[in-house]
């Protein structure tokens, strides 16, 4: 006879938290959100502590180095995506770890032979309106020279006019040498009154570029989570398949931390995956492992040694694995069914592995609902895809900026390895779609909206940091009409007015 689940599956929008008793002291800025990433013992703290709940998918459309680096600044993790060659992976995380704060290596760079309507593509796919310019298009080419918008003008200018007839050229610019201190770059921004300042190497090629706009906003990140040489913290996706090859370079790319991206975790292969790393590693590898969707799930991981286990089928928002195969469960249900298993893992063994809630969330409630329900942090694909730092073009499709986002299972991404049960090295049928979704501008500003709501229900619940939260939560089911009343209804609404739309 089959195993039947008590109750019904759900998910987070069928979900409310009542408030509790809050104290004078409840207010959000006393609201810590720090959390551990890897597992612990009793009496001993994580190896790896995030400064916000929030980590970025391991997918194509949402995990590059530049939303790495935008994500670490305010102190949560990316897990660069796997499916691309591991080389090509490690070179990405490399491209973190040497990052240095207020030194940007150009991710639009133009070369003397294109074209005014390439700048101006590119201006619109990227959002920068400075642009290097290299002898190759190459972020560290020959430095040639730089656009920016004062070089041109749409209006006048022929768009098949090239860029070497434009641009400032190399000769002209004021640059500095590499190895030049960040303060020393800000003086000379500020002494010939500069908007940017090209960083050049002995040969003259381009290294990076110093920002005067990015001088101040630096000096507001106090959330941000570097390692101890003062890089930005990393994580990196692996499969079940190429491990042996891939962790290796990954390992000496300098990644904090590795994460098996599977849309099916309970299996042989997560665990021989484990294995294969202890064996080579021992614990000095943080990795952790998914996805499962239940208790038996989350102990059979937990006992292969993962540094953290991830909750999740089908949920995520571009998923249509349960259409196409019926397997999955409501986000919510799977999430408090997993933290309960993490929980009496911990009374028994004296082992705490942090559950991650990957998929599903749509609104920012459903972010402190996930973390009242257990979650010790989130794994977000859709709503980092919408920034700016995302790797995806944004396109103005019917007079709306949108970005790009295509699942891992679809055609698009070809991960194989993500879906695989017998190495035939094809996705034998997609489970997932390519879509577009709204563009929301800067990660920093959009994160740190999200979080304000959460450490301020979180002040309704009488709790100050996340341990607190799940302890004193309250937590109702709704019922379909009560759904209906908590949203504005019973009025007639002003077309100015977009507050009805919450979705993040
Ligand atoms: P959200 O809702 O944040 O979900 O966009 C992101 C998560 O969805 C998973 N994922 C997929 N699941 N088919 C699936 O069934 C896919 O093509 C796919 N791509 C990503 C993944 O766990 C991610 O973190």
């Known amino acids: 006879m089959a195993h039947f689940f008590e109750g019904e599956s759900h998910t987070f929008s069928e979900y409310l938290l009542v408030p509790g008793y809050s104290s004078h002291e409840n207010v959000p800025q006393g609201v810590s959100l720090k959390t551990p990433l890897v597992k612990f013992r009793r009496g001993e703290h994580s190896a790896l502590t995030m400064n916000i709940p929030l980590t970025s998918a391991v997918m194509q459309a949402v995990s590059g180095p530049r939303l790495a680096i935008a994500l670490a600044q305010e102190g949560g993790i990316s897990f660069i995506y796997q499916s691309q060659a591991p080389e090509q992976e490690a070179k990405m995380v490399r491209e973190v770890k040497s990052y240095k704060a207020g030194f940007v290596v150009s991710d639009s760079t133009l070369t003397p032979s294109m074209t005014l309507a390439d700048v101006l593509e590119l201006r619109n796919r990227t959002g920068h309106s400075t642009m290097p310019v290299t002898e190759d298009g190459s972020a560290h080419g020959l430095f040639c020279g730089i656009v920016t918008s004062r070089d041109y003008r749409v209006s006048r200018d022929d768009p098949s006019k090239r860029v070497c007839e434009f641009m400032t050229p190399a000769q002209q610019c004021i640059t500095a040498q590499e190895g030049t201190t960040l303060k020393a770059a800000n003086d000379i921004i500020w002494d010939h009154k500069l908007n940017q300042l090209p960083i050049v190497d002995g040969e003259g090629r381009l290294v990076s570029l110093v920002f005067r706009k990015d001088y101040d906003s630096h000096k507001s990140l106090p959330n941000e989570l570097l390692d101890e040489h003062k890089s930005y913290i990393v994580g990196a996706g692996i499969n079940t398949r190429d491990y042996a090859e891939r962790v290796p370079l990954l390992v000496e790319a300098g990644a904090d931390v590795l994460c098996i991206d599977s849309s099916e975790g309970f299996s042989e292969w997560e665990k021989l995956t484990l294995d294969w790393i202890r064996e080579h590693y021992g614990n000095t590898v943080k990795v952790g492992a998914g996805n499962i969707v239940d208790a038996e799930g989350f102990r059979y991981l937990a006992e292969a040694g993962a540094d953290f286990v991830k909750v999740g089928i089908g949920g995520?928002?571009?998923?249509?694995?349960?259409?196409?195969?019926?397997?999955?469960?409501?986000?919510?249900?799977?999430?408090?069914?997993?933290?309960?298993?993490?929980?009496?893992?911990?009374?028994?063994?004296?082992?705490?592995?942090?559950?991650?809630?990957?998929?599903?969330?749509?609104?920012?409630?459903?972010?402190?609902?996930?973390?009242?329900?257990?979650?010790?942090?989130?794994?977000?694909?859709?709503?980092?895809?919408?920034?700016?730092?995302?790797?995806?073009?944004?396109?103005?499709?019917?007079?709306?900026?949108?970005?790009?986002?295509?699942?891992?299972?679809?055609?698009?991404?070809?991960?194989?390895?993500?879906?695989?049960?017998?190495?035939?090295?094809?996705?034998?049928?997609?489970?997932?779609?390519?879509?577009?979704?709204?563009?929301?501008?800067?990660?920093?500003?959009?994160?740190?909206?999200?979080?304000?709501?959460?450490?301020?229900?979180?002040?309704?619940?009488?709790?100050?940091?996340?341990?607190?939260?799940?302890?004193?939560?309250?937590?109702?089911?709704?019922?379909?009409?009560?759904?209906?009343?908590?949203?504005?209804?019973?009025?007639?609404?002003?077309?100015?007015?977009?507050?009805?739309?919450?979705?993040?």
């Open 316 to 504: 995520g928002s571009i998923c249509i694995t349960r259409e196409q195969k019926g397997i999955g469960r409501g986000q919510a249900s799977a999430l408090i069914d997993v933290c309960r298993a993490r929980d009496e893992y911990f009374e028994e063994a004296g082992v705490y592995v942090p559950v991650c809630s990957d998929g599903g969330i749509v609104y920012d409630y459903h972010m402190t609902l996930a973390l009242a329900m257990g979650a010790d942090f989130l794994m977000l694909g859709r709503y980092f895809a919408r920034f700016d730092e995302s790797p995806t073009r944004r396109l103005n499709v019917n007079g709306s900026y949108v970005k790009e986002y295509w699942g891992e299972g679809s055609a698009r991404a070809r991960n194989w390895a993500r879906y695989d049960l017998g190495g035939d090295k094809r996705l034998s049928f997609v489970e997932g779609v390519d879509s577009y979704v709204p563009y929301a501008g800067p990660l920093k500003e959009n994160v740190e909206g999200s979080l304000t709501k959460v450490r301020s229900t979180m002040c309704n619940c009488g709790a100050l940091d996340l341990c607190e939260l799940r302890e004193k939560a309250k937590i109702t089911l709704v019922s379909a009409t009560s759904l209906v009343e908590g949203g504005a209804h019973d009025v007639i609404l002003k077309e100015s007015d977009s507050s009805t739309n919450f979705r993040s």
